[in-house]
């Protein structure tokens, strides 16, 4: 089970961290990721970490990339996003997603995670 928390409404130029917890997961072994979906839209993948001897590559999507920063505390089982610089085309509902094997061309597909949370919501105004 992932749990997501951390959303809210912020203004522009704003910060916010998304958290989101695995229980019976070891998520420190999984690909993860950060999608959202704003209304009327697909679901995007916004950021992705995935595991390696080194502490997890990551990769975002050019709309977040210097902006938002994914991370991971194996000792909490918790991955976060690091929200800076907010606008309001951030505005979305944010998903944080989960699987042991990713096919290296859907890093950023909905598709290639198994697991998902219920979301939390993110208005920049």
């Known amino acids: 089970q992932l749990v997501e928390s951390g959303g809210g409404s912020v203004q522009a130029g704003g910060s916010l961290r998304l958290s989101c917890v695995g229980s019976?997961?070891?998520?420190?072994?999984?690909?993860m990721a950060w999608f959202r979906q704003a209304p009327g839209k697909e679901r995007e993948g916004v950021a992705a970490?995935?595991?390696?001897?080194?502490?997890?590559?990551?990769g975002y999507a050019d709309s977040v990339k210097g902006r938002f920063t994914i991370s991971h505390d194996n000792a909490k089982n918790t991955l976060y996003l690091q929200m800076n610089s907010l606008k309001p085309e951030d505005t979305a509902m944010y998903y944080c997603?989960?699987?042991?094997?990713?096919?290296?061309?859907?890093?950023?597909?909905?598709?290639?995670?198994?697991?998902w949370g219920q979301g939390t919501q993110v208005t920049v105004s």
């Open positions: 997603a989960a699987s042991k094997f990713v096919p290296a061309t859907m890093f950023f597909s909905p598709a290639g995670y198994a697991y």
């Open positions: 019976g997961y070891a998520t420190w072994r999984a690909n």
């Open positions: 970490i995935h595991p390696d001897p080194g502490g997890g590559s990551t």
